[in-house]
C-alpha cells in the first residue's frame, strides 16, 4: 500500500478530505472530546497519553502521512492541546515533535506558524532546548531519520524567521561570535588577527559568562559543530554500491539545505562559516560516496551551492 509522506516543502496538491470523512474521522472524535473550541463546555481533562498516541498511530505509525499530519492541523491540535499543554522539562518526546509536525506541516501549507506559539512565548526557550538536544542525539530517540529530518527542517524555519522575536533570540545565540569556542586556538587566533577588533569582543564574552550557566552556554556555543559531525557521520554511513535507505538521503539533502541558508544571510555566515570551513564539511561531502550514487543528484546540487556561497 502507497503510503503518503509528508514530504517537507512538498508543493504537490493533497486531495482534501469530504466534510463526512472529516467528521467520521478518528481524529475529529479526539478533537470533540479534548480541544476543538466548538465542543469547550464538555472537554475531557489533558491526557498527554492521548498525545503519546496520537504521535504513534498518526504520525510515527503513518509513516507521516500528509492526509493525516492535514487532518490534525485542521483540528487546531497545536494550537488548542499540544502547546497549551506544553511544560518545560516535563513534555516528552513525542510532545515535542507533534509540535514540530504541526509547525512544519503550517510552513508547508504556507498558513502564520508562530502565532499559536506567542500564546505561551515563556515556554519557547526550553522548547527549543528540547528540539536542539533531539537533533544530536545518538540514542534509540535519534534512529528514525524522519523524526531527524523534521527537526531539521524546524530549525530551517526558525533561522529563515529571524524577523520574528521569538525565534531571534534563541537562534541567534548559537550563530555569534561565541561559536568560536568551537575552533582550535590556532585557527581562532589567527582569525582574531584577521580582525583585531573580535578579539577584544571575545574576551568582553568570557568576562560576561556566569559560571554557573557555562556548561549550558558552552554547550549551545558548540551546537551546530555537533550538528555537523553527526551529518558526516550519518554520510559516511551510507555505502558506495549497496542498497541506501532513503530517509537518510533525504536527511543529507535537508541538511545541505540548512547550510545553505545559513551561509546565504548575512547575520549567521559571519561568524558560522568558519566553524563549517573548521569543520571541512565541503570537503567532507565532495568525497562522500553519496556524491557518487544515483541517488545523491540533488544532494550534489546542494553540495555545490554550498561550496559557492
Known amino acids: 500500500m ?15 478530505p469530504t466534510l463526512s470523512q472529516i467528521n467520521a474521522d478518528r481524529i475529529t472524535l479526539l478533537a470533540n472530546q479534548y480541544w476543538s473550541p466548538q465542543t469547550k463546555e464538555s472537554h475531557l481533562p489533558y491526557d498527554a497519553a492521548i498525545v503519546e498516541s496520537i504521535y504513534q498511530a498518526e504520525i510515527l505509525g503513518s509513516n507521516f502521512s500528509v492526509r493525516r499530519i492535514m487532518m490534525l492541523e485542521f483540528s487546531q491540535y497545536l494550537e488548542n492541546y499540544l502547546w497549551p499543554h506544553y511544560e518545560t522539562g516535563k513534555a516528552s518526546h513525542s510532545h515535542m515533535m507533534s509540535i514540530i509536525i504541526m509547525i512544519n506541516e503550517k510552513f508547508r501549507e504556507r498558513v502564520p506558524a508562530w502565532q499559536a506559539l506567542l500564546k505561551k512565548p515563556e515556554h519557547f526557550p526550553g522548547f527549543f532546548e528540547q528540539v536542539l538536544h533531539a537533533s544530536v542525539a545518538e540514542d534509540h530517540l535519534s534512529n528514525n531519520m524522519r523524526e531527524q529530518t523534521n527537526l531539521l527542517l524546524f530549525l530551517n524555519h526558525c533561522f529563515g524567521s529571524m524577523e520574528v522575536q521569538l525565534c531571534r533570540d534563541q537562534v541567534k545565540r548559537l550563530v555569534s561570535l561565541s561559536m568560536w569556542i568551537s575552533l582550535q586556538e590556532g585557527r581562532r587566533n589567527q582569525e582574531f588577527k584577521s580582525v583585531p577588533k573580535w578579539r577584544k569582543y571575545w574576551r ?15 554547550w549551545e556555543r558548540r551546537y551546530l559543530q555537533k550538528l555537523m559531525i553527526k551529518f558526516m557521520r550519518i554520510l559516511e554511513s551510507i555505502p558506495e554500491d549497496d542498497d541506501v535507505n532513503p530517509d537518510k538521503v533525504r536527511y543529507c539533502e535537508r541538511f545541505l539545505e540548512l547550510m545553505i541558508d545559513l551561509e546565504a544571510l548575512l547575520p549567521t555566515r559571519r561568524f558560522f562559516n568558519t566553524v563549517m570551513d573548521d569543520c571541512h564539511l565541503v570537503v567532507r561531502c565532495q568525497l562522500s560516496n553519496l556524491a557518487r550514487r544515483q541517488e545523491g543528484q540533488l544532494f550534489s546540487q546542494n553540495k555545490t551551492k554550498t561550496s559557492c556561497v
Open 2 to 16: 502507497k503510503v503518503d509522506v509528508a514530504t517537507p516543502g512538498d508543493k504537490s496538491k493533497i486531495p482534501l
Open 204 to 218: 568582553a564574552i568570557q568576562k560576561k559568562d556566569k559560571p554557573e550557566l557555562l556548561d549550558k552556554l558552552n
